[in-house]
């Protein structure tokens, strides 16, 4: 299995709080996405890096910051939650360019009440 | 929006038949990939076709692409219990850098 871990794997938190989700990799692997799965809607990307420091908004980034400050670790924030951000959420890496393949982490759960 | 979607949404078959999804997608693309997940699991890479390509095999598998159509099939033979999971496709969503974006999968019972 590919080198990446998220944390923590469950978490319940409270409307109006600050989140923030952790994904590690130790594969050195210069691009990693965030996205969310959602009954009815499969997997939406949330923020992506390309690099350290290089980061842009997916398709359903409004709530959501995210940080790259080392290769290994990428960082998505929810700065307020909401209960609409009830989701479990993934990240994936991948190598770049067209030809590479993702690989997953086994997703964060999070309850937003 | 999604860039592909796959049909059927759910798929029910019996052990030892062949399971066929199908995936659409609205732009130009660089490569498909297909990807499997088990209840409560992370994504699993199966297969990457090429828009130069038109069929690929990696043992049960068999993944076509039709650019012209803009679809590809996801082919499992033989399926086992274990083959039990949701198949997303996957396209590239802009040229130059790789941004996978997924339908809304395909959801595969196999019954033993």
């Known amino acids: 299995d590919a080198g990446i871990t998220q944390s923590p794997r469950h978490k319940v938190t409270e409307t109006g709080t600050p989140v923030t989700l952790r994904c590690h990799q130790t594969?050195?692997?210069?691009?990693m996405y965030w996205y969310r799965q959602d009954p009815g809607h499969g997997l939406r990307l949330i923020h992506y890096?390309?690099?350290?420091?290089?980061?842009d908004k997916g398709e359903v980034s409004d709530g959501y910051s995210v940080s790259r400050s080392k290769t290994e670790d990428f960082l998505l924030t929810l700065e307020s939650a909401t209960s609409s951000q009830t989701s479990v959420y993934f990240c994936?890496?991948?190598?770049?360019?067209?030809?590479?393949?993702?690989?997953f982490g086994q997703g964060t759960r999070l309850t937003v009440v | 929006s999604q860039q592909g979607e796959e049909d059927p949404q759910a798929l029910s078959i019996q052990e030892g038949e062949n399971a066929t999804m199908n995936c659409s997608y609205k732009?130009?693309?660089?490569?498909l990939q297909w990807y499997r997940q088990n209840s409560g699991r992370g994504l699993v890479h199966l297969i990457l076709?090429?828009?130069?390509?038109r069929e690929k095999h990696s043992g049960r598998l068999r993944v076509t692409l039709d650019t012209s159509k803009k679809s590809s099939s996801l082919l499992i033979t033989a399926s086992r219990a274990a083959d039990t999971a949701s198949y997303f496709c996957?396209?590239?969503?802009?040229?130059?850098?790789?941004?996978?974006?997924f339908g809304r999968g395909t959801s595969l019972i196999v019954h033993p």
């Open positions: 994936a890496i991948s190598r770049q360019g067209a030809d590479t393949e993702a690989f």
């Open positions: 594969e050195n692997h210069r691009y």
């Open positions: 890096s390309y690099g350290v420091k290089d980061t």
């Open positions: 732009t130009s693309i660089n490569n």
């Open positions: 076709i090429r828009s130069n390509e």
């Open positions: 996957a396209t590239d969503a802009s040229g130059g850098s790789y941004i996978p974006t």
